[in-house]
């Protein structure tokens, strides 16, 4: 899967947030409501699970590499 995450970052500008929402609710979905994330719940709390997720990861373990 790591091209399409790849894609979807460049297609949003390398935005973290878009492309992660880009990734659960499809792209279409995004850039249907203005590039911002979608008014779905699913897809809302999948974006604020994978976020704390990274930042937790970042904080333990330093910046990616």
Known sequence: HLPRKGALAVGFDGDLVLTIAAYHAGGGAVQ??????????????????????????????????
Request: glycine fraction near 6%; hydrophobic fraction near 20%; aromatic fraction near 18%.
């Open 32 to 65: 249907k409501y203005g590039n911002q994330v979608p008014p779905y719940p699913h897809t809302r709390q999948y974006v604020r699970m994978v976020l704390d997720r990274y930042y937790e990861y970042k904080a333990r373990d330093g910046a990616p590499r």
